[in-house]
């Protein structure tokens, strides 16, 4: 955050896996990021897979292939990005697509009395 100093922040929001140990640790991820831009002051949005894939491929139910391609489209990539920064790419993308249209879903953290509420 210091280095690259955002001025918002989009997460997707955490899906039920079938895998309770990678669910956990996408959680656990997740809190240390909203915690993080919390901590400095940033707006946190939040966007489901459907929403993304959405914004970013044009139906809810884009194969992770089509949201790879979509992404190296939108952004004019040499090639395209790995599915890991794809994800993270095409969540940027809705947030950046939603708040020109001020549809962003904002979370509404802040700190209070040094907590995350």
């Known amino acids: 955050i210091a280095t690259w100093q955002p001025d918002t922040c989009a997460v997707e929001i955490v899906f039920v896996n079938v895998n309770p140990q990678s669910t956990l640790l996408l959680g656990q991820a997740r809190g240390a990021v909203i915690c993080a831009a919390v901590s400095n002051k940033l707006p946190v949005a939040e966007y489901t897979a459907l929403q993304i894939k959405q914004a970013v491929a044009g139906h809810g139910k ?8 979509m992404v190296k489209r939108l952004l004019g990539l040499p090639v395209a990005p790995t599915a890991d920064a794809a994800d993270a790419l095409a ?12 549809v962003h879903s904002t979370a509404g953290y802040r700190v209070k009395s040094g907590r995350l509420v």
Do not use: D, N, P, Y
């Open 62 to 69: 884009a194969a992770k292939e089509q949201v790879q391609e």
């Open 91 to 102: 969540c940027a993308i809705t947030h950046a697509h939603g708040s020109r249209l001020g």
